[in-house]
């Protein structure tokens, strides 16, 4: 099983970027598919989380500027971050657990894991 996550660069802030995660190797859509985010000294944070029939989750520091979505029939889903500011600069991961779970917000629940893309925005 692999997690590819791309999409990520360097922006200025108020910009945007379109974060890919595809998963291979999967016998099973995951109910639940995550993004996470971690910089340099401090644990990783939950962003955001898509669920067959769910609507999607965020956390309230990307709340209103961040848009979870996903292709079930590729494995794949998606972030697309508008208005970035420096704050959000990060090594962003994506994440996947076979079955939805109410603490989607804790990494340590999640089974497979991507390898992360750096996200810096620049003020």
């Known amino acids: 099983v692999q997690l590819q996550a791309s999409g990520g660069g360097w922006v200025q802030a108020g910009g945007s970027l379109r974060l890919s995660c595809t998963a291979s190797?999967?016998?099973?859509?995951?109910?639940?598919m995550a993004w996470f985010r971690q910089t340099s000294g401090k644990e990783r944070e939950f962003v955001a989380v898509g669920g067959s029939g769910r609507a999607p989750r965020y956390a309230d520091s990307v709340k209103g500027r961040f848009i979870f979505s996903r292709d079930n029939g590729k494995n794949t889903w998606y972030l697309q971050m508008n208005s970035l500011k420096p704050e959000d600069t990060a090594n962003y991961y994506c994440?996947?657990?076979?079955?939805?779970?109410?603490?989607?917000?804790?990494?340590?629940?999640?089974?497979?894991w991507g390898q992360g893309t750096q996200v810096t925005v620049s003020s």
């Open positions: 994440a996947a657990r076979r079955v939805w779970i109410t603490t989607y917000h804790r990494d340590i629940y999640y089974d497979y």
């Open positions: 190797g999967l016998t099973f859509t995951p109910s639940a």
